[in-house]
């Protein structure tokens, strides 16, 4: 058993530990609760208008030509976007995004990586030391890592902008994103998503026969209007994914922090334990050895 000096050392290292881990869990929750009213109040419109823009494609007639619903075949090259967080101390908050970008490659784009077809695009500095050491043969982009910093939508939309226009120009077939889903404090899961080309409704006519198309009435023009609605609703969906890995980040962080309090008490409570019967033990060893001299001076 260990020496009471090495258990009040101990003690004391723990109750640092847990002093750090208590606040950085009331940062995490004070945080959250600003990011989670900001999804929260965003994503129901952000929804709604993605909902629009996939049926407005959907249902667009022959005269319409727009580039971003387009499906094409992917041969050329495609782009994964990988949101992380740039900060550690969350729990598998991370690992789980990195996975599922992983399995987005293995999945999606088998062989692009092989001939160097896959552009990898990181905001947040975990995802980005990741794929920067294991995915070499890639081409990673580095640009936004520290976008965390600063969510404002005229910060994201650039990004935005910078990816709709690579697949308008043709650099890029197919664009993904990986990025955390907030559900609530204690569950954010990731999640991957088609960004470009939009995804088209398709309704099936057993399963959805109750169920019609949206019929939009255009005013003035039905390519005039869209070309400035369609950019601006992806624009907003980029957003969103923003502020729910956003969210989720300070989620996973707040639930890692109160578990590993909760851990630091327990470990305290069983060094405490240790330390007392160490104390003990020094006590009826001092005891026994008063008690032997006595008998042997009386002797």
């Keep these: 058993m260990a020496n009471l000096k090495e258990v009040r050392e101990r003690i ?27 999804i929260q109040d965003m994503r129901p419109y952000a929804n709604k208008m993605d909902e629009m823009l996939r049926n407005i494609l959907s249902n667009l007639d022959g005269s319409v030509d727009l580039s971003y619903g387009k499906e094409r075949k992917v041969t050329d090259r495609a782009c994964l976007v990988v949101v992380t967080s740039s900060r550690g101390l969350c729990g598998a908050f991370n690992s789980n995004i990195i996975k599922a970008a992983v399995r987005c490659i293995d999945e999606q784009y088998p062989g692009f990586r ?105 005013e003035p023009d039905q390519e005039q209007l869209l070309e400035h609605l369609i950019p601006s609703i992806l624009r ?21 922090m109160d578990k590993a309090s909760e851990n630091a008490d327990e470990l305290l409570r069983e060094l405490r334990i240790s330390y007392n019967k160490a104390r ?17 001076l009386e002797g």
């Design 12 to 38: 004391a290292s723990v109750k640092n530990t847990r002093q750090i881990t208590s606040a950085m869990k009331m940062v995490s929750a004070a945080k959250l609760r600003k990011a989670q009213s900001a």
């Design 114 to 218: 092989a001939e160097g077809k896959l552009s990898i695009l990181c905001i947040g500095k975990k995802g980005y030391d990741f794929f920067k050491k294991r995915y070499a043969d890639c081409e990673i982009i580095d640009d936004y890592v520290d976008l965390f910093n600063d969510l404002r939508f005229d910060q994201v939309a650039p990004i935005a902008d910078r990816l709709m226009q690579a697949f308008e120009d043709g650099t890029y077939d197919h664009i993904s994103v990986v990025y955390a889903h907030f559900r609530n404090a204690a569950m954010q899961y990731p999640m991957t998503e088609t960004f470009l080309p939009v995804p088209k409704i398709e309704l099936d006519e057993e399963e959805d026969a109750g169920k019609k198309r949206a019929d939009y009435i255009f």
């Design 236 to 256: 907003m969906n980029f957003h969103k994914y923003m502020l729910d890995t956003h969210a989720s980040e300070h989620g996973a962080r707040m639930t890692a």
């Design 280 to 296: 003990q033990e020094a006590i009826t060893k001092e005891l026994s050895e008063i008690v032997g001299g006595a008998a042997a």
